[in-house]
């Protein structure tokens, strides 16, 4: 009996949704999986999987699942500590990572990486496309947010802050909003992927409430956002490594501090068991420093409102 293979199966099994598909990842037969799930919920004296036409999880295989999923990617985490102290890396390693972000930040900070590791071979593709480690020929993705719970390991970089804000322009002929309550009767510009239903999520005693908000520009762009609230259309949610500049320059300013939106974190993501892990390990070691936490740029705002609470003291 060994519990790592038997939870690096079930999970497998989950994550495939299949056990044929999971045996073709494991590189066995289905007779070998079955056995191994049959044997798993013996042991444990409960089922895992309702059996069917197609293959469900029961309330206590998910329950399973979330601590297999931690357990693994303890005991990987602890072999790479290990392995990565006296590795040289080298040869390929394929990211893909988030467009706007790579543009503003991230771009000279693998640049700076490449630099430190002369025979790294990096293949870097900047998309806002959500591509699937499990099926596409990637090593590793950056991904900026709240993560969804998944067999991938993730580990965070920073934090991924956003804010409310618009140009002074705009709230000079609009007003300034006091409750979120007061957002319906002024302009968004909304991000599509995220506020598809024309409604903005904010926190309200840590629970996160919908807010209507007029519908002035939708648009799966940052860029375009980020435009559109300079040009006083209307008040957005944008992330502040995106923002950042122009808040500290007074081209916009936050609304609604109190109820910040939850931004998540910068994370970078990547499947249990991978080769190239000690070469992840390292660029998560490397982001972590030179970005920061808080990353550089909350810290200029967070500066630059102590600057000007002071002025209002004065």
């Not at 444990?44 to 036409?53: D, K």
């Not at 931690?70 to 590795?87: F, G, Q, R």
């Not at 930040?105 to 998309?127: G, R, S, V």
């Not at 007029?214 to 980020?226: A, D, I, V, Y």
């Amino acid at each position: 009996m060994n519990k790592f293979i038997d939870m690096t199966t079930f999970v497998t099994v989950v994550d495939a949704k299949s056990i044929s598909e999971a045996a073709k990842r494991l590189g066995t037969s289905k007779s070998v999986i079955s056995q191994r799930i049959k044997q798993l919920e013996t042991r444990l004296n409960t089922q895992l999987f309702e059996r069917g036409r197609q293959l469900k999880i029961t309330q206590s295989g998910l329950l399973f699942y979330e601590r297999c999923v931690n357990i693994l990617a303890d005991v990987e985490t602890a072999e790479l500590e290990v392995t990565t102290m006296k590795c040289h890396l080298r040869g390929p390693l394929r990211l893909s990572v988030p467009m706007a972000f790579t543009e503003h930040h991230l771009a000279p900070i693998l640049a700076k990486f490449a630099e430190n590791y002369p025979d790294l071979e990096l293949d870097i593709e900047a998309t806002d496309n959500f591509v699937n480690l499990n099926d596409d020929n990637f090593d590793a993705a950056i991904r900026m947010g709240r993560l969804t719970a998944s067999s991938l390991i993730a580990k965070p970089v920073s934090v991924n802050r956003h804010v409310l804000c618009a140009s002074p322009k705009y709230l000079a002929q609009f007003g300034v909003p006091n409750h979120p309550n007061d957002l319906q009767h002024h302009e968004g510009l909304l991000y599509i992927l995220r506020e598809h239903n024309g409604m903005l999520q904010l926190p309200i005693d840590g629970y996160s409430h919908s807010f209507r908000i007029k519908n002035r520009m939708r648009t799966n762009s940052g860029h375009q956002l980020l435009a559109a609230a300079v040009e006083g259309l209307g008040i957005t949610i944008l992330p502040t490594f995106l923002a950042a500049e122009y808040i500290e320059s007074g081209t916009l300013s936050i609304v609604l501090p109190q109820y910040t939106p939850v931004g998540g974190d910068i994370s970078v993501v990547y499947r249990k068991g991978y080769r190239n892990s000690n070469k992840i390990m390292t660029l998560v070691d490397y982001l972590k420093e030179t970005i920061g936490c808080p990353p550089q740029w909350d810290r200029r705002i967070h500066q630059q409102l102590q600057e000007i609470d002071k002025y209002k003291k004065v």
